[in-house]
Nanobody, 127 residues
């Protein structure tokens, strides 16, 4: 059973950077991985994802150019580098891994495609 654990959240100011980490423990092969976030009172939304095989990345429009998702398969770890943070980025950030090896954007941006989720890490960006 894969276990997903996030780390790296915190409180920062507008324009600052944070790097979130996510380890898929007990994964025996690279998995499709994604980041989602949920702000208070809002539905969870897709942030970024990375394919399991060729490292293709997908982002929601509002984070393009500011966030970068990457992976280190030797460590079963995915990172989300968040630069130029804005107050609207404030949310609980969740990492997820999928058991099925889909790689298209339409697959990776849908939370129902993911089988294992972390507990979430908080990101707060003050103005």
């Amino acid at each position: 059973q894969v276990q997903v654990e996030e780390s790296g959240g915190g409180a920062v100011q507008t324009g600052d950077s944070l790097r979130l980490s996510c380890q898929a423990k007990r994964a025996t092969t690279p998995l499709p991985m994604g980041w989602f976030r949920q702000a208070a009172g809002q539905a969870r939304e897709f942030v970024a994802a990375i394919s399991w095989n060729d490292g293709v990345q997908y982002y929601r429009d509002s984070v393009k150019g500011r966030f970068t998702i990457s992976r280190d398969d030797a460590k079963n770890t995915v990172y989300l580098q968040m630069n130029s943070l804005k107050p609207e980025d404030t949310a609980d950030y969740y990492c997820a891994a999928a058991a099925y090896y889909g790689s298209s954007r339409s697959y990776l941006e849908r939370e129902e495609q993911y089988d294992w989720w972390g507990q979430g890490t908080q990101v707060f960006v003050s103005s």
